[in-house]
């Protein structure tokens, strides 16, 4: 009786599963690499499970007690290991798994706060940082209705300077502050892989106070996972609370 080969390739190729999910998160962490390398190991990690997973379930065929193969403890390993590592993955991406494929959110899509110091990043020059259109805007109402346009009872540069102490408590980096144009900017990080995404806030004069518009947009990816939208809602809690 010989060991089947299916079953040692299948707890090799979960194993090697494991590792890829493990390093991907791990390495942008350290930042020892960019976060959509680090993305991009996490997803092969996924999808070396689903493959660890099949020559699993294969090897459990071939290793069953009437046939002359063993190994079926380590193609009952690869199958798991490899279920695991599907389960991650779909674990990671239910909760968004009915967001749009859109990357700029702005409680204000007719006119969208536009970045201006913020283009002079080193890392967003020569990147089109303009809103992407009505298409766009069809699909963030369509799944995050609740962004819109806030009014408080303050003057915009009493608010301006609420809003960068409640960007900063909330990690935020502000980049620039123009209490003329009433607008500030800012980026922030998403906390595994590192996505940076820009920020911007407009406040303009309006009766009883001020208009208060927040627009937050990723640099990389087509689709942000909802990462946007939540980062709106927290600063817009910030400021309400």
Partial sequence: MHISRVATLSLFVSCLAVLLLLLGPGLTLTRLVEPMTGFSTFLLGGAMGIVGLALGLVACFLTRP??????????????????????????????????????????????????????????????????????????????YSDLEPLRFDEEPAALLARVEASMQALGFQVHALDLDAGRIEASDSTWIFGFVDDVVVRVRPAPGGSRLDIRSKSRDGKGDLGANAARIRRLRDALSG
């Fill in 66 to 143: 009437a046939s002359p193969r063993s190994g079926r403890s380590r193609a009952v390993r690869g199958a798991l290991l490899g279920a695991a590592c599907l389960a991650i993955i779909v674990l990671t991406a239910l909760p968004s798994s009915d967001l749009p494929p859109i990357n700029d959110i702005s409680t204000d899509t007719d006119d969208p706060p536009r970045f201006v110091a913020i283009l002079e990043i080193e890392s967003n020059r020569g990147r089109d940082m303009a809103y992407p259109g009505p298409d766009f805007a069809a699909a963030q109402h369509g799944a």
